[in-house]
C-alpha cells in the first residue's frame, strides 16, 4: 500500500507536475501476468521516473542490509526501500548475483514486474556499456519475455556524484518484447547468454540513442580514475617543463 501510496498520492503527482515526464511504448507492458523491464541506467533518478509511467508496480532488487539495519534509522530505511519497489537480495544465494536471481524469480513467479539494469551500475558518462549476462539466464529460466526500455535525460537532472542537476523532462522509452523461447534449456550455455544479453543492449541501445562500448561498466569507470589520478600526477612535470 506504501508504494502506491507514494506512487500515486504523495511522490509521484509531484514528480509529474514539476519535471513532466514523457512516456512512449507503454502499451508494450502487458496490463497483467510477468514481465521483465531490461533498461539503461544512468543517473539513481531512473527508478523513480521508470515506474511513474508505468501504471503496474515495479520491483528492483537491493542490498540485504537496506533492510536489516537496526534501530528507527533502520525502520526508516527499510519501510522508504520497500515501499518504492525493492526488495532484498535473497542471501541463500551463493553470492549477490544469485541471490538477486532468486529474488528476481519470486517476483515473476507471483505474476507481477521486476526491473533490471544489465549494466550492472550507473553509467559515468552517459555511454551505454556490456550487459551482465544475469539478464539473459532470468529470462531463460522463467520463460519471461524481456521488455526493453530506455531512459533518457535523468543524468541531466541527478548527474552521477552530485544529488542535483538542471531541470529537464525526463523521456522513458518500452520497446517490444523480446521472445527467446528459441533457446529453452540453454541457460548454460555461456555462449547464448552472452548473445541473448548482447540482443537485448542492443535494443535498449537503439531505443536510447547512446554510443556503446563493449566494456563492463565497472571497469570502465576504474580505468577512468586510474587515468584521471595519472593526469592529475603529470600536471606539475609538464608545468615545470
Request: hydrophobic share 40%; glycine share 10%.
Amino acid at each position: 500500500m506504501f508504494y502506491y501510496f507514494l506512487k500515486f498520492i504523495a511522490l509521484g503527482p509531484f514528480l509529474k507536475l514539476v519535471f513532466r515526464p514523457r512516456a512512449e511504448g507503454v502499451e508494450n507492458v502487458p496490463v497483467e501476468g510477468p514481465a521483465i523491464l531490461a533498461s539503461n541506467h544512468l543517473s539513481y533518478a531512473d527508478w523513480l521516473f521508470m515506474p511513474l509511467v508505468v501504471p503496474r508496480k515495479v520491483s528492483f532488487v537491493a542490498k540485504a542490509e537496506y533492510f536489516t539495519s537496526p534501530g528507527i534509522k533502520g525502520w526508516l530505511q527499510k519501510t522508504f526501500f520497500s515501499g518504492t519497489g525493492n526488495i532484498p537480495i535473497d542471501r541463500s544465494g551463493a553470492n549477490a548475483a544469485a541471490g538477486a536471481l532468486i529474488s528476481a524469480k519470486r517476483v515473476l513467479a507471483a505474476g507481477e514486474v521486476f526491473g533490471i539494469y544489465p549494466e550492472g551500475t550507473r553509467s559515468h558518462d552517459g555511454k551505454l556499456y556490456r550487459g551482465k549476462t544475469g539478464i539473459a539466464r532470468l529470462t531463460l529460466e522463467t520463460g519471461v519475455p524481456v521488455i526493453p526500455v530506455a531512459v533518457v535525460g535523468t543524468d541531466v537532472v541527478a548527474p552521477p556524484g552530485k544529488k542535483f542537476g538542471r531541470w529537464t523532462r525526463p523521456h522513458v522509452r518500452f520497446g517490444e518484447p523480446l521472445d527467446f523461447s528459441r533457446y529453452a534449456g540453454m541457460e548454460n550455455d555461456r555462449f547464448i547468454l552472452r548473445s541473448v544479453t548482447d540482443e537485448i543492449m542492443y535494443e535498449i541501445m537503439r531505443l536510447s540513442g547512446q554510443e556503446y562500448v563493449d566494456m563492463y561498466a565497472t571497469r570502465a569507470k576504474e580505468e577512468a580514475k586510474k587515468a584521471a589520478s595519472k593526469g592529475e600526477g603529470d600536471e606539475p612535470r609538464k608545468l615545470a617543463s
